[in-house]
């Protein structure tokens, strides 16, 4: 954010005292953004761990702050996560034909970066559930 400023023309004293009130208000720590990230992520729009990770690092947020808020997360919340989100989408399609539903539920979680084998379990409970 330094070099930003910088670049557009501001003094160094201005640089640094906006620098140091942002980070007294909290607003310029990297814990609180990635807090802030991962709820986003498991809440709006539920995602698993491996999209959460990938979008932290993607923002620059350090490997160690990394672990240090996905170590919130556990297990049995992903996997109540992705149940939740792949049984209304199992149900939205029941319209189709057995293997293509299996298949885009299958899809579906992946991409919201849920753990292989959790959804692989997953579409097994559906097809017996159903």
Do not use: H, N
């Not at 999209?51 to 297990?75: D, M, N, Q």
């Not at 299958?106 to 379990?121: C, K, P, T």
Request: with cysteine.
């Amino acid at each position: 954010m330094a070099r930003r400023l910088a670049e557009k023309g501001y003094e160094e004293k201005v640089i640094c005292d906006t620098l140091d009130g942002l980070e007294k208000q909290g607003l310029l720590s990297d814990k609180k953004f990635a807090q802030d990230l991962v709820s986003q992520l498991t809440a709006g729009r539920p995602s698993g761990l491996k999209k959460i990770s990938f979008e932290l690092k993607r923002r620059g947020i350090s490997s160690k702050i990394r672990e240090e808020v996905l170590s919130s997360i556990t297990p049995e919340d992903e996997a109540a996560c992705a149940r939740q989100i792949g049984l209304a989408r199992w149900e939205r399609l029941e319209r189709f034909e057995p293997e293509k539903r299996k298949k885009r539920v299958y899809d579906f979680l992946v991409r919201r970066g849920f753990d292989y084998q959790l959804v692989r379990d997953l579409i097994e409970k559906f097809e017996t559930q159903c």
